[in-house]
């Protein structure tokens, strides 16, 4: 099975998405085409950095994800291919993938070097596509660029160790579909800094205390139903292993969510301060 998982901006109005299908299907009718997510907001790169690192371990081994977000190549951002943790990446050097390399350090990049055998006309998703098939019909990185070191950093929106290791600066990476705030704090960088000290997570509101291990577990008392919590805010370490602020059980189109009844948006500061 050759999958071929796809991770784009371009929402699900226009032509693009099917477009873009039905040229991978003309080029290798066999693939197994995966929608990850058409929704990420246009050219958040850090949004799609997240998105495609909570899912792509959902997928088998030798995997190609073709990440179309802020695509267009230019002086700045070259297009690359990444094999790593034995799946394929294909996208521009524009910072999306330096969240995944914070982990795992690649097996290969290429700077994608096969522009000139392509007519004039031909788009940049056109190279993403012939190069994410020619990876799933098991051709090699080194057919298609030439491999370089590492890919370009991103020190924007990266969490903030304060010089004295008594506070964590995070920031907002993405609002889920429930309005839940997912910051780029991770378990492990808190784990490492907090060495079991007490901590508080401010915010522009009342802080939070404690983070839970689930969501129902802010019902901390046997005396009252589950559904007396409603509407309580809570902090969790989610599934992809990142500080999430959620509202429980909210309900965005009716009674609000994190995102709205806390205030929390995009690039918003969430710190967590150590007690001593």
């Known amino acids: 099975m050759s999958i071929i998982t796809l991770t784009t901006d371009y929402g699900l109005k226009d032509h693009f998405v099917g477009s873009l299908k039905g040229k991978i299907f003309s080029e290798f009718s066999e693939a197994v085409i995966v929608d990850i997510s058409h929704d990420i907001d246009p050219f958040n790169t850090a949004e799609a950095s997240y998105v495609i690192g909570a899912s792509y371990l959902s997928f088998p081994k030798g995997t190609v994800h073709l990440i179309g977000v802020d695509i267009e190549r ?48 031909s788009t940049d998703l056109d190279i993403f596509i012939q190069v994410a098939c020619h990876i799933a019909k098991g051709g090699l990185l080194n057919v298609i660029g030439k ?16 010089n004295d290791g008594n506070s964590l600066k995070g920031y907002v990476i993405y609002i889920d579909h429930f309005g839940n705030i997912v910051t780029n704090i991770s378990k492990q ?16 509101t009342k802080n939070i205390k404690t ?25 969790i370490f989610n599934e992809a292993g990142f500080l999430e602020i959620a509202i429980f059980r909210s309900n965005p189109s009716k009674v609000g969510s994190a995102n709205s009844l806390l205030g929390l948006n995009y690039r918003d500061v969430i710190t967590i301060q150590f007690l001593n």
């Open 74 to 121: 230019n002086k700045e951002n070259q297009h690359i291919a990444m094999q790593w943790n034995d799946h394929y990446f294909i996208c521009a050097d524009n910072g999306i993938l330096s969240m995944l390399t914070q982990k795992i350090v690649p097996q290969k990049i290429v700077s994608i070097n096969i522009h000139d055998r392509f007519p004039a006309e």
């Open 147 to 162: 491999e370089i070191a590492a890919v370009k950093e991103v020190t924007e929106l990266q969490p903030v160790l304060a």
């Open 189 to 204: 960088q808190f784990l490492e800094v907090a060495k079991g000290r007490k901590y508080e997570i401010v915010m522009n």
């Open 211 to 235: 983070i839970l291990p689930n969501y129902s577990a802010i019902a901390t008392s046997e005396k009252y139903p589950i559904k007396t919590y409603e509407g309580e805010k809570l902090a």
